[in-house]
Nanobody, 123 residues
């Protein structure tokens, strides 16, 4: 059983900060987590990649969040974080965690999604 669980969303004022966390876990098998990332989807818009991080800590940030958001991970905890500073109203969206997980028993590797967490930024 693979689980990807986000936390940390909520309401913030423009200029404020929020920190999202995402934990990947697998029951019944050893596993490894490769690339992890954060996507977001605003009402009426397509889901877009916000930030990504490899198992070797190479990072990617969308131009719209560079200088404001930071992605990091704790491999020992299979957790990825998204620190969001200087929030803007246009950052309002449901944020989804994506994790590339290799489940050793059965040798299965694929991407998994979390259930999403709402981030709302008010002006």
């Amino acid at each position: 059983q693979v689980q990807v669980v986000e936390s940390g969303g909520g309401l913030a004022q423009a200029g404020g900060s929020l920190r999202l966390s995402c934990v990947a876990s697998v029951s019944g098998s050893p596993f490894s987590v490769n690339d992890m990332g954060w996507y977001r989807q605003a009402p009426g818009k397509q889901r877009e990649l916000v930030a990504g991080i490899s198992s070797g800590d190479r990072t990617y940030l969308a131009d719209s969040v560079k200088g404001r958001f930071t992605i990091s991970r704790d491999n020992a905890k299979n957790t990825v974080y998204l620190q969001m500073n200087s929030l803007k109203v246009e950052d309002t969206a449901v944020y989804y965690c994506n994790a590339d997980i290799w489940v050793y028993y059965g040798s299965s590797r694929r991407e998994y999604w979390g259930q999403g967490t709402q981030v709302t930024v008010s002006s």
